[in-house]
């Protein structure tokens, strides 16, 4: 498809998206027609408008269509360097669709915001900017950001390097037995997105952003929905939402705490740090508008921790008290 092509189907058809997908099958890659980009509850994903059977081909994104360099830094000045030639860039339509994401991710958030959850798990909030001033340079104007922060939060690792990846990265994050999509890359070929199960008409079809509630939210930005993976001072468990009654459930991956008293001695310092947080700057809230959307963001992960705590600490009670009254009988 040319450039003018493009800027053409920009202004006549519905969406960005639809401009990627055929952008998309124009270089001679695939993506189903049993599959629809929409907004449903305020969210963003891929939906299946019919059954889908396991194994099915959902995309096919050729290398031509795809940013990937087994350097990092070198993908990522790529990708700057394309946002810069605007709708002159070959990879356009794929830009112009990510026109209105705003990851906000925790490593470039005002200090401010930052501070309500620096000291709380996993901590280590400023990797990706440490690792990128020591390996690439410095974050010095706005397209160098936008780069950065659109690969980390949309990029695909593989043993090869990284790939940067058109309508796989429209996928949401989500385990367990949502989790319904596989992934092939044949290196210098191709990257291609299969369902990893039957599919039923109207399920959203979710892609794996890796394990691990806290570094889910260092790195997207977002506290993901159950099942969560929870390690906090060493006790790891998954939050999930099997229970019989409808509610979550606690499974346990290290050993089960010995007392209520010994968990709650062991997550003193994130309770002590979530109870010292004095709230929002209220003057922040007013004059920056990233201030407050990145406190609300910091606000939901500490009611996630408070949450993950409460449903440990009510599974570490239970099964005290029934193994109680199983020794009274």
């Not at 210098?188 to 299969?194: D, F, L, Q």
């Not at 999930?240 to 290290?254: I, K, N, Q």
């Amino acid at each position: 498809m040319s450039r003018a092509a493009v800027v053409l189907a920009c202004c006549l058809l519905a969406s960005a998206e639809e401009v990627l997908v055929a952008w998309i099958r124009e270089g001679g890659g695939f993506v189903s027609e049993f599959q629809v980009m929409e907004e449903r509850g305020g969210v963003r994903g891929i939906f299946a408008t019919t059954e889908i059977a396991e194994g099915a081909l959902l995309a096919r994104i050729p290398w031509s269509h795809l940013f990937a360099d087994e350097n990092m830094c070198e993908a990522i000045g790529r990708l700057r360097h394309e946002i810069q030639l605007g709708n002159a860039s070959h990879y356009f339509p794929y830009i112009a669709s990510m026109a209105a994401y705003e990851p906000s991710m925790p490593f470039l958030w005002h200090p401010s915001a930052l501070d309500a959850v620096a000291r709380l798990p996993p901590r280590d909030w400023t990797r990706h900017s440490r690792w990128y001033l020591e390996s690439c340079g410095p974050i010095d104007d706005a397209v160098t950001r936008r780069a950065l922060e659109l690969y980390l939060a949309r990029s695909a690792g593989n043993p090869r390097g990284f790939l940067f990846c058109p309508v796989y990265d429209h996928y949401n994050h989500r385990n367990g037995k949502w989790h319904n999509t596989r992934v092939e890359v044949l290196w210098g070929e191709a990257m291609s997105v299969y369902a990893s199960r039957r599919v039923a008409q109207g399920e959203e079809l979710f892609n794996s952003y890796g394990e691990g509630t806290a570094a889910i939210f260092r790195d997207y930005a977002f506290v993901e929905q159950v099942p969560q993976v929870w390690d906090l001072q060493g006790h790891e468990f998954v939050l999930a939402d099997e229970g019989t009654d409808g509610d979550l459930v606690v499974e346990w991956r290290t050993k089960r705490p010995s007392s209520l008293e010994d968990f709650d001695h062991a997550l003193a310092p994130v309770t002590l740090e979530l109870d010292a947080f004095g709230g929002p700057d209220p003057r922040l809230l007013e004059t920056e508008i990233r201030y407050a959307r990145e406190i609300r963001l910091a606000l939901g992960y500490q009611q996630a921790i408070r949450q993950a705590i409460h449903h440990a600490r009510r599974d570490i009670l239970v099964f005290f008290l029934q193994q109680a009254a199983r020794d009274d009988l």
